[in-house]
């Protein structure tokens, strides 16, 4: 059965309802450029989604040598079929005029396009000369969590092995250094415990502070069809706003921001006071358990309900349904990570299930939800602050074994101390010892915290920035150099998605003018250095992303995500493979963890773990003496409160967040029409009371103020809980009259959050601030938020977003048409 919807007003589709351990039905999507059809399509090349971290399966159709549209991959394991409206629209952007073509280089303050050989040589320039006078610590690389692993991997071995900076982390410490630190610090390793297909199975799904019917919309649609379906599963929603997850549980729980440790708290001393955990798994696979039980007996859900401002029933009543679910999955987002306390929050999910014993079998899981669609790749290949392969950069016999894979010596490894974050990489650059950044597929003028302290680091003279990008962004106004990049479905490489799966994107176009893929120009940075092993041959040895990738399989060989089993062919064959995949595990591997196995031993773990509480790191030896046997371990944490509390000043607690029609900056969602159209302009959402208080009403406008700035935006009404606002971050300024920056009146969310980070994750916490609200003028009609998802306004008269003609996709019950 084949039907054409407004996925715009539908973002979600039709419902495919199934039951518990049947398979999810196919649906197949598509979009096409108007006026054609299948027959029109000459190719339809394989890749996956690139606008969230959901990986989600396609095919792009390629006529005349141009994008044209996508199709949902039926078979494949993730989605069925599904495209959520990025994915269906969101290619559109490949082709915007304004893509960058050719290099440019500033001369005399402004930046004028030259050649790939002048614009490389003055980049290899500086990098000489800045290693003759101070060394690798001069140097940082602040990447993405968009690229292909094989781009990554190159990055992490130019950087780490070949200068040896211990500067290189990526936008992910924005987004999931907090799922990363989260699973480290229970699991003694990264990498998601459970798996989207258990959704299938459970008969409870808890989302804590995942807004995934915006973030994940085919995730969404997967719960959907289980809720649609005979026997479905009960929903948990934890979340300050009224998002479509929220208006969808059974019970919804809105602490107040910063409170969520508060709450995970009340939780588990309620399961744990009833018994209702699993003593046998307790003690056979875990250590710490004593401790949280003393930690949490001293938080009652009536102390917890009085920190979160919600009714202790209601935490008693979603502790009963966690403590008697059978098969329990919990999800994991930003409303975690990117809040006070981050870390600490989300091990706690992970302690809720290691006392109820729910991982590694089918329904019982964990995902510690990614951002990005290769943000799993920016992690796994040391793009970050780790070493690739979930190496660990405290374990000496780790940093031998990739200096024997790397061919160089071990010392050339920089892991004398931990290497450094994004947020402490800013830092540097601000005092001057960072003299050179080259920035990869991000936008930091645009997304990260305090943007009145970021912009002027960023425009320093004695900083040397090099900018990566396929737009000329917020940030490569500020370049020195600015690199033109090639995009998805212009190269070819893999990517990881957020439970594991593993999938090829393959080149369907040419990239435009002299663009060209991120891969080629880590290389050519490297040839030119003449960077070499121990052998005096060339440190890189491949020269594509196959041969990079087959490097990669023996990097990760024997590592928790052993990829050594995968091959291009293989890929190519069976679609989505979830890592470890070796010869134990020839197709992948569904769930971790099963009979409760970690990779936690104190000789293979990734890390050691850090304190809560101050970041420290945990000893080697003080690691072997808790943990010798290799169990998973529960750690527990007091609530503390935020650094920033409202006082009259400051009065409403201010947290930011995406939207369901916009991706990051908006540098390729705000060039599609339909994405652009569903939310053309920045809006703040209010409670009607605290509206009320500043004199507002739907659609007027609004200052929104913190100590640290100033944006205006009009209001949108909703159902969030009174003394809470929320700012979407997507709209920075490259298509406002300045195109560099704020002018005379700012929008960017992040001109108001706080240069403040979690102490184990090191990840920004987007969602502390405190904020008042002033009315600056009344204006006619309502603001231009959506009204499909958590924007929905309470006015009943506010028009509903639809999309035009442009907007209809096609949906296939039966297959691809």
């Known amino acids: 059965m084949s039907s054409r919807i407004d996925r715009i007003a539908q973002p979600w589709g039709s419902r495919t309802p199934y039951a518990p351990g049947e398979p999810w039905p196919v649906r197949v999507d598509s979009f ?39 199709r949902g991959r039926a078979q494949d394991r993730v989605n069925r079929g599904r495209l959520g409206p990025t994915d269906l629209f969101g290619w559109q952007a490949n082709s915007s005029p304004d893509r960058l073509t050719r290099p440019l280089v ?81 699991f003694g390793c990264d990498g998601q415990p459970g798996s989207y297909a258990d959704i299938d199975d459970a008969d409870v799904i808890a989302l804590f502070g995942h807004n995934a019917a915006e973030a994940h919309t085919v995730l969404w649609s997967r719960i959907l069809d289980r809720r649609a379906g005979a026997d479905p599963p009960a929903l948990i929603c934890v979340d300050p706003r009224p998002t479509p997850v929220a208006r969808a549980a059974d019970i919804h729980l809105a602490p107040l ?44 859900p009536e102390r917890a309900a009085a920190l979160c401002d919600i009714p202790a029933s209601q935490i008693r009543e979603a502790a009963q349904l966690l403590g008697g679910a059978r098969r329990l999955l919990s999800t994991v987002l930003q409303g975690f990570y990117q809040s006070h306390q981050a870390t600490a929050a989300a091990v706690q999910v992970n302690n809720l299930h290691l006392i109820r014993g729910m991982l590694g079998r089918p329904g019982c899981g964990i995902l510690q939800m990614n951002g990005q669609p290769t943000a799993q790749n920016t992690r796994e290949c040391g793009a970050d602050g780790d070493l690739p392969g979930f190496r660990n ?42 003299r050179m950044l080259w920035v990869s597929g991000t936008n930091p003028a645009v997304s990260l915290p305090e ?63 002299q663009a060209r893929p991120d891969l080629d120009i880590f290389l050519d940075y490297a040839r030119r250095l003449a960077l070499t092993d121990k052998d005096g041959e060339p440190l890189v040895p491949w020269d594509d992303a196959e041969s990079c990738f087959e490097a990669w399989k023996e990097c990760s060989r024997g590592r928790p995500c052993d990829y050594s089993g995968l091959s291009y062919g293989k890929l190519r064959e069976h679609g989505g493979i979830q890592w470890p995949c070796n010869e134990e595990h020839p197709d992948g591997t569904e769930r971790l963890y099963g009979q409760g196995k970690f990779h936690s031993g104190p000789d293979y773990c990734e890390s050691y773990g850090r304190d809560l509480v101050t970041g420290a790191f945990t000893q080697p030896v003080q690691y072997r003496a808790q943990n010798p046997d290799g169990k998973a371990m529960i750690k527990a944490a007091g609530y503390l409160h935020p650094h920033e509390q409202p006082d009259d000043d400051h009065p409403l607690r201010l947290i930011t967040g995406r939207t369901l029609y916009h991706f990051h900056t908006r540098t390729k969602t705000g060039r599609v ?97 405190t904020a008042r609200l002033t009315l600056v003028r009344h204006q006619q009609g309502a603001s231009a938020a959506p009204t499909t998802a958590a924007a929905a306004p309470v006015a009943q008269d506010v028009a509903p977003t639809r999309g035009d003609t442009t907007a209809q996709a096609e949906e296939n019950e039966e297959g691809p048409g």
């Open 673 to 769: 029409p339909q994405l652009q159209g569903a939310a053309p302009q920045v809006w703040v959402e209010v409670s009607a009371s605290d509206a009320a208080a500043c004199g507002a009403d739907e659609g007027d406008l609004v200052e929104v103020a913190t100590p640290r700035g100033r944006v205006r935006a009009r209001v949108r009404i909703t159902a969030i809980r009174s003394g809470v606002v929320f700012l979407p971050f997507h709209y920075g300024y490259w298509d406002t009259p300045d195109r560099r920056g704020p002018g005379p009146v700012a929008r960017a969310a992040n001109e108001l959050t706080a240069t403040d980070w979690d102490p184990a994750s090191k990840q920004p916490l987007f969602k502390t601030s």
């Open 32 to 70: 096409l450029a108007d006026g054609l059809t299948p027959d029109d399509v000459e190719r339809w090349v394989p890749s996956a989604s690139v606008l969230h971290s959901g990986g989600d399966a396609m095919d792009i159709a390629v006529r005349a040598g141009r994008i044209v549209g996508v």
């Open 257 to 300: 921001p910063g409170t969520n440790v508060a709450l995970m708290n009340g939780l588990l001393h309620h399961i744990i006071a009833e018994d209702l955990v699993d003593r046998d798994f307790l003690e056979r696979h875990t250590v710490g358990f004593d401790d949280l039980a003393d930690v949490v007996h001293r938080c009652p």
């Open 393 to 434: 950069w405290a374990n000496e016999d780790h940093v031998r074994e990739l200096a024997r894979i790397w061919n160089i010596e071990p010392e050339q490894i920089p892991h004398y101390g931990p290497l450094t974050h994004a947020m402490q990489m800013m830092r540097y650059a601000e005092q001057g010892s960072i």
């Open 451 to 513: 943007l009145g302290r970021i912009r002027p680091l960023l425009q320093q003279e004695r900083l040397f920035l090099v900018v990566q990008d396929l737009f000329l962004t917020e940030t490569a106004h500020l370049a020195d150099v600015v690199l033109p990049a090639a995009a998805w479905g212009e190269k070819t490489g893999t990517f990881t998605n957020a439970d594991r799966t593993v999938h090829l994107s393959e080149k369907a176009v040419e990239p435009p003018g």
């Open 106 to 186: 500033r001369e005399d303050g402004e930046l004028v396009e030259r050649s790939w050989d002048v614009a490389m040589e003055r980049i290899v320039r500086h990098t000489r000369q800045l290693m003759e006078e101070q060394g690798p610590s001069a140097i940082g690389f602040y990447t993405t969590g968009q690229l292909f692993l094989e781009e990554y991997y190159t990055l992490s071995l130019v950087a780490r092995g070949g200068l040896g900076t211990r500067h290189l982390d990526g936008n992910t410490r924005l987004c999931t250094a907090s799922a990363a630190a989260a699973l480290k610090q229970s």
